[in-house]
């Protein structure tokens, strides 16, 4: 059964802090893992990563993906109390094009 | 604008009467999918469809229909709704490349309670 862990499911830090998130997969025939960030609506996309070792970076956040072991980080530096939101990660089974959520990580950044 | 638009966005029903969710979208994206979200079991997939007249389970299809006959819209048809189908439904889409599914555009959910 294809399944996506997120750790942890929860974390509180203080502005300014560094938070690393991480994403374990095991899917039949990986293609991608893809990041949301869901606030009080609906997920809006971070990143697509297909290939091991390659960083994606966007501002403060940044994200790799290592499909030897399995699992993918999202980092974010500095944080800003406009990070707090739960971080979703999905992956893509190839050949079905069906995605698998984790449950997320809902991260919040106290002033 | 490009977007993905749901209706409605709050419903609440009763057991057994029959409804529809429907999802529109103006991108030309070949990929739609449906997803329900419940506390503490994150999103998970209903139905998606990879084109016209293609569709495919998710992880939680039972209790539930679509059909995709036009390319923008993607309706999610209750049958007979239980309360276990109580829950915020979202409807995406996105263009499909060789590396796989790419940004998914959300709608912005509807919130359903079956008594």
């Known amino acids: 059964e294809d399944k996506v862990v997120q750790s942890p499911l929860s974390l509180v830090v203080h502005e300014g802090d560094t938070v690393t998130l991480n994403c374990s997969y095991e899917v039949t025939n990986f293609r991608s893992l893809l990041w949301y960030k869901q606030e009080k609506k609906a997920p809006t996309f971070l990143f697509m990563l297909t290939s091991s070792g390659i960083e994606k970076k966007s501002g403060r956040l940044s994200s790799i993906l290592d499909k030897k072991e399995l699992f993918s980080i999202l980092n974010i530096t500095a944080t800003q109390t406009g990070d707090s939101a739960v971080y979703l990660c999905?992956?893509?089974?190839?050949?079905?094009?069906?995605?698998?959520f984790g449950k997320g990580t809902k991260l919040t950044v106290n002033p | 604008e490009a977007q993905v638009t749901q209706n409605p966005r709050y419903l609440i029903t009763v057991t057994g009467k029959k409804l529809t969710v429907t999802c529109s979208q103006n991108?030309?994206?070949?990929?739609m999918s449906w997803y329900r979200q419940d506390p503490g079991l994150g999103l998970r997939q209903i139905y998606y469809?990879?084109?016209?007249?293609?569709?495919d389970k998710g992880d939680v299809p039972e209790g539930y229909k679509v059909s995709r006959k036009e390319k923008r819209n993607f309706p999610l048809i209750l049958e007979s709704p239980s309360p276990n189908q109580t829950s915020l439904y979202f409807c995406?889409?996105?263009?499909?490349?060789?590396?796989?599914?790419?940004?998914?555009?959300f709608g912005p959910g509807t919130r359903l309670t079956v008594l």
């Open positions: 999905a992956v893509e089974a190839g050949g079905s094009e069906k995605l698998v």
């Open positions: 991108m030309n994206h070949e990929y």
């Open positions: 469809s990879m084109n016209v007249e293609v569709t």
């Open positions: 995406a889409s996105s263009f499909v490349s060789f590396a796989g599914i790419n940004e998914q555009f």
